[in-house]
Nanobody
Framework: QVQLVESGGGLVQPGGSLRLSCVAS????????MGWYRQNPGRERELVAR???????NYADSVKGRFTISRDNAKNTVYLQMNSLKPEDTAVYYC????????????WGQGTQVTVSS
């Protein structure tokens, strides 16, 4: 069983910064991808950023140059540093973990609210 626990959301003014963290616990397979998705009511969950256990990274176009994803494999933790935040970044942010094998399940955290508003 895998558990993901997120932290770091909150309210921030436009142009501000936040750092999200997600710790994975349980039976963690070493070859995995951890990432962040976000969702607003009535909309589909969308990928924000993803990093594999060997360091391959991809970002949504909307966050390139502003967000940075990183991970600490020894701690099974993934981080999302969010700078130059915009109101359109407001969403519930979910941590995701998936094994790098075909047919893997997706594991999700409970979500953390990020609100960008003046």
């Amino acid at each position: 069983q895998v558990q993901l626990v997120e932290s770091g959301g909150g309210l921030v003014q436009p142009g501000g910064s936040l750092r999200l963290s997600c710790v994975a616990s349980g039976s963690i397979f070493k070859l995995n991808a951890m990432g962040w998705y976000r969702q607003n009511p009535g909309r589909e969950r969308e990928l924000v950023a993803r990093i594999t256990s060997f360091g391959s990274i991809n970002y949504a176009d909307s966050v390139k140059g502003r967000f940075t994803i990183s991970r600490d494999n020894a701690k099974n933790t993934v981080y999302l540093q969010m700078n130059s935040l915009k109101p359109e970044d407001t969403a519930v942010y979910y941590c995701n973990l998936k094994w790098l094998v075909s047919g893997s399940d997706d594991y999700w955290g409970q979500g953390t609210q990020v609100t960008v508003s003046s």
